[in-house]
């Protein structure tokens, strides 16, 4: 009998050949997608593969050299290199080769869009987009899906403009079909960065480019259910469909073992997956704000994965200071501020508790029911003391230690808290102003710098820093001499802070036995790294990216990956982490140093 590891052996590839179209949605889910043919597309060539996660997924062996050989790009390839036979295609009995036509179908999902004409799901979903299919890798199941792979008839401009289009019709943008490689390689590079430092996302496994910048990029993520592929069964009223995707959704969750001990009843079963959303998004809210992440929440979920993960990466951005009064302009309308996602978030949980309520006991209440319902009073306290955490993490304390401050220093932490809000809230005197793809009121203080230095400082002396230097420290580049006017209020804040900076220092010793400057010492190290002074925003990546086409020429599948692999280890701020090196070449090192000096120029911005 032939072994796993002769298989392997024989064809390392093999795996490959279980992207076929097949996924559990198709079976488990009927109303939840519609089907296209595919057949294969000509003319591309591998731009970039992500070794390090073929490798997580089990696509490739463990110890396949970062190479793109012959027979792995042919695979990809043939794996990846698809477009469907799409409905303008059937009406205008365009014939293609047989040959060149995959046996399987291809599945477009179907979610809520509040882009599309119809409110309720009946016309939205997977654009431009089809799912590849499913691979289980050592207890695991990752879903694989690609962009740029033709025109479907889900897209908002099939709808608006009451036809379909042929893929690639260059009189539509999104409409047409296809994607673009600088798409391909913001989404790479940001979700790699993020992906580093914990956040749920979808990564990209591949880039398939074709003349004129046209791309497919293949993403993966282990679950790529939205609340959207729920809400729209929800508006409708489906409760057949809506419980499908429901169950659908859990049963992936404890296949993964992402969840445990989940109840079997049907009605506790219900109650996790609520008290699991809960948990996800109110965490997920408080994450994004003090990360100073913008994405583009909105009730209809379609731009966030039901674990919160983070997908579209389009208009996702990552702030150098808290800029909460950018709005992002989509033509039709500006998008939500950065402080308004929690509402989202929380409007989101709302038609988690109405799923919940409709598919417990038959009766779809509206959505206004809900609104004192006991479960966001959850969603809040979950909110404030991730909120809580999260700064003190910033500050350089364990999780360990930032539990024990939360439960025996309440009343500090929360001070400390509302004085960090105080000055970080803090925006010009210039008032709003436009930017190059909405408004933004500019934040004036770049608090990671305050608590970046204020350790170190203390380590060295014996007493507090003079308002004028704490001001000096944590000024950003957008602030004018009116902006940082020390005022009474603010003379008050600038004391407390280090009052109350310091009592957390002085009650951790103590509780550790040890001296103020050994806890100072293990916050300063941990916290030079959490606040690193060059940390990645928007407006970088987007510069970055068009640094990183301008060489393409000279990268090769396998130095595209190299240089990946080093500016995420660059960015990934959690100290615990140990960071892995690799061997850099001459014109690897000189293009990543630019990359960083474009991270430094663009630091506070937006």
């Given at each position: 009998m032939t072994t796993a590891k002769q298989k392997i052996q024989s064809d390392p590839y093999q795996k490959f050949n279980q992207i076929n179209g097949k996924h559990p949605l198709m079976k488990s889910c009927p109303d939840s997608f519609i089907s296209y043919k595919a057949r294969k597309r000509k003319g591309g060539k591998v731009s970039f593969f992500n070794f390090d996660l073929a490798k997580e997924m089990g696509i490739i062996p463990k110890d396949h050299p970062h190479q793109l050989t012959k027979e792995l790009e042919a695979k990809i390839l043939d794996t990846f290199s698809i477009v469907i036979i799409n409905e303008f295609d059937q009406i205008h009995e365009i014939k293609y080769p047989e040959d060149e036509i995959l046996p399987n179908d291809y599945m477009a999902t179907r979610y809520l869009q509040l882009q599309h004409p119809n409110k309720q799901g009946k016309t939205s979903g997977d654009g431009r987009s089809i799912w590849n299919g499913a691979i289980s890798n050592k207890g695991k199941t990752w879903d694989i899906s690609s962009c740029g792979t033709g025109a479907t008839r889900l897209s908002p401009a099939t709808h608006i403009q009451k036809k379909y289009f042929q893929t690639g019709d260059p009189s539509i943008s999104y409409g047409c079909g296809y994607s673009e490689i600088d798409e391909g390689l913001g989404t790479l590079f940001f979700s790699e960065v993020l992906n580093r430092n914990g956040y749920q996302t979808e990564r990209v496994?591949?880039?398939?480019?074709?003349?004129?910048?046209?791309?497919?990029?293949?993403?993966?993520?282990?679950?790529?259910?939205?609340?959207?592929?729920?809400?729209?069964?929800?508006?409708?009223?489906?409760?057949?469909?809506?419980?499908?995707?429901?169950?659908?959704?859990?049963?992936?969750?404890?296949?993964?073992?992402?969840?445990?001990?989940?109840?079997?009843?049907?009605?506790?079963?219900?109650?996790?997956?609520?008290?699991?959303?809960?948990?996800?998004f109110a965490k997920l809210s408080a994450n994004f704000e003090d990360d100073y992440i913008f994405c583009w929440l909105d009730w209809d979920g379609d731009n966030i994965l039901m674990d919160g993960g983070i997908i579209d990466y389009g208009s996702v951005r990552q702030f150098g200071l808290f800029h909460h009064e950018y709005r992002y302009d989509d033509v039709q309308r500006y998008s939500t501020t950065i402080k308004e996602q929690k509402d989202k978030a929380k409007y989101i949980v709302k038609c988690f508790i109405q799923i919940y309520d409709y598919l417990t006991g038959k009766e779809k209440k509206p959505i206004n029911a809900y609104n004192k319902h006991p479960k966001l009073e959850e969603?809040?306290?979950?909110?404030?003391?991730?909120?809580?955490?999260?700064?003190?993490?910033?500050?350089?304390?364990?999780?360990?230690?930032?539990?024990?401050?939360?439960?025996?220093?309440?009343?500090?932490?929360?001070?400390?808290?509302?004085?960090?809000?105080?000055?970080?809230?803090?925006?010009?005197?210039?008032?709003?102003e436009e930017v190059s793809d909405g408004i933004n009121w500019n934040a004036i203080f770049c608090m990671r710098d305050i608590l970046r230095e204020l350790p170190q400082i203390y380590l060295h002396r014996d007493d507090i820093l003079k308002r004028e230097e704490f001001m000096e420290i944590m000024k950003s580049s957008y602030a004018t001499e009116e902006d940082i006017e020390i005022n009474p209020t603010r003379a008050k804040k600038i004391d407390d802070f280090q009052s109350v900076y310091l009592e957390l220092i002085d009650f951790v010793s103590k509780k550790n036995q040890v001296t103020r400057l050994d806890t100072l010492l293990a916050v300063t190290m941990r916290s030079s790294i959490i606040n690193k002074y060059d940390r990645v925003t928007g407006?970088?990546?987007?510069?970055?990216?068009?640094?990183?086409?301008?060489?393409?020429?000279?990268?090769?599948?396998?130095?595209?990956f190299e240089l990946m692999h080093e500016f995420a280890e660059y960015q990934n701020l959690d100290p615990d982490t140990k960071r892995l090196s690799r061997e850099r070449n001459t014109e690897h090192s000189k293009i990543m140093r630019g990359m960083l000096k474009i991270v430094r120029t663009y630091r506070e911005g937006i």
């Open positions: 496994l591949g880039i398939i480019e074709f003349t004129k910048g046209i791309a497919i990029n293949i993403r993966a993520h282990v679950n790529l259910i939205r609340p959207s592929h729920m809400f729209n069964h929800l508006k409708q009223g489906n409760y057949e469909a809506l419980s499908n995707v429901v169950n659908y959704f859990i049963d992936r969750e404890i296949t993964n073992k992402r969840w445990t001990d989940v109840p079997t009843s049907k009605k506790a079963r219900l109650k996790f997956f609520l008290d699991k959303q809960i948990e996800t969603f809040e306290n979950i909110f404030q003391r991730q909120k809580s955490n999260n700064l003190l993490l910033k500050i350089g304390y364990t999780q360990e230690t930032c539990d024990l401050l939360i439960s025996k220093k309440t009343a500090a932490v929360e001070n400390l808290k509302n004085i960090f809000s105080f000055f970080e809230r803090s925006k010009s005197v210039l008032g709003p407006d970088s990546i987007t510069t970055i990216v068009n640094k990183v086409l301008t060489h393409r020429p000279k990268l090769n599948s396998e130095q595209m």
